[in-house]
């Protein structure tokens, strides 16, 4: 039984390397540093995550706080649509204004 000597083999030599690596953990595919669900998957971990949190946080949803803040957020993105698309505005409006 020499498999036992084979077995002290030394893995401490190893340096600090995370043994395991980061892997999706819905469907075990590949996943950038960082993440735990591949580019697949984080859209449907989202979406169970806010299907949960809507159940777990029903009263919290419907507070008057949450709604102002979903209102503001949404403000927010409606106003800052325009300087998204410079390019929609027509450059000759100015030139009229003056
Ligand atoms: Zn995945």
Do not use: D
Not at 2 to 20: D, N, W
């Amino acid at each position: 039984m020499r498999s036992r000597a084979e077995r002290t083999t030394p893995i401490s030599t190893t340096p600090v390397v995370p043994k395991t690596r980061p892997r999706c953990l819905v469907c075990g595919g590949a996943v950038t540093t960082g993440s735990r669900y591949c580019l697949n998957c984080v859209p449907i971990v989202n979406r169970e995550n806010l299907q949960e949190q809507a159940k777990l946080g029903r009263i919290a949803t419907h507070s008057p706080s949450a709604e102002a803040r979903r209102s503001a957020t949404q403000t927010k993105q409606f106003a800052a649509i325009p300087s998204w698309n410079p390019s929609e505005r027509p450059s000759w409006l100015n030139e009229k204004a003056y």
